[in-house]
């Protein structure tokens, strides 16, 4: 990683330069400087991956670089005052360290922006390609037959989904139950995701349908439901939705 320090403290230049080589002997600081001027003049032909940037320098506070040449690299603020954390978050800053800082602080602050990159890296390109895809259209209503009766069914009224077989049922909160020409996976993407829920391959769960939770080995969690389904089935929170499942519960 090659990075930029703007400090015009010698001292806390060398100290910072020394603790980042040491927790990461692979970094390349490219350049001390201490001045916005030196800085402009710097980031107009170069680039860096990280910037660390103590907001008081020689002939300015370094707020006044973002307005002279264009910063795209994250920064981490420096600065023995507190009340510039908010203008330091405006300007690319990802975190803000308090002199005098130490090697832990430093630790932490590098540490998080490894966190970022690693969301960006796993979250953007989902993120696109979702943005490529046509949007779907939430589902309000769902029609459904019974014996030579078609009616539609609110999505407030539905309980929960479940596959069985070959089959979708759609279950009511009043037990009602209907089967609906759906597969799990089509209608899924269908529901509002901040009512409904898909726990495992078998249920789609509404919110309002769950009475009691309890957590199981492996992470998992084991649901009652209002109405009970199929005496006997027990409702369980797959491995590998339980963290998701808790998000979505405290959203």
């Given amino acids: 990683m090659r990075v930029l320090i703007i400090e015009d403290e010698e001292l806390a230049a060398d100290t910072l330069h020394k603790t980042l080589l040491k927790l990461n002997p692979k970094i390349e600081v490219l350049a001390i400087l201490g001045t916005v001027e030196a800085a402009v ?7 860096a991956d990280l910037l660390f940037m103590d907001i008081h320098l020689g002939d300015g506070e370094s707020f006044q670089i973002f307005e002279q040449v264009s910063v795209e690299s994250p920064v981490i603020f420096t600065t023995a005052y507190d009340q510039y954390t908010l203008k330091a978050f405006k300007n690319q800053g990802i975190d803000y360290l308090l002199k005098p800082f130490d090697e832990e602080d430093v630790a932490s602050a590098l540490a998080k922006l ?8 796993i979250n953007i390109p989902q993120i696109r390609f979702k943005a490529e895809e046509p949007l779907t259209r939430i589902r309000n209503r769902f029609m459904v037959k019974l014996g030579k009766l078609i009616k539609t069914v609110q999505s407030d009224d539905v309980a929960y989904f479940m596959a069985d077989d070959k089959y979708l049922f759609l279950v009511t909160n009043d037990k009602q139950n209907y089967i609906i020409e759906e597969t799990i996976g089509s209608l899924e993407p269908q529901l509002d995701n901040s009512d409904f829920f898909r726990i495992n391959r ?3 769960i509404h919110i309002k349908a769950i009475r009691e939770m309890y957590k199981l080995s492996r992470n998992r969690v084991r649901i009652v439901l209002e109405p009970a389904p199929v005496e006997g089935l027990e409702v369980v929170v797959s491995e590998e939705r ?5 998000n979505w519960l405290n959203q």
Wanted: proline residues 0%.
């Fill in 41 to 47: 003049a710097w980031l107009g032909k170069n680039t």
């Fill in 114 to 121: 490894d966190s970022i990159r690693k969301f960006s890296e």
């Fill in 202 to 204: 078998k249920f789609i």
């Fill in 242 to 246: 339980a963290e998701a499942f808790k």
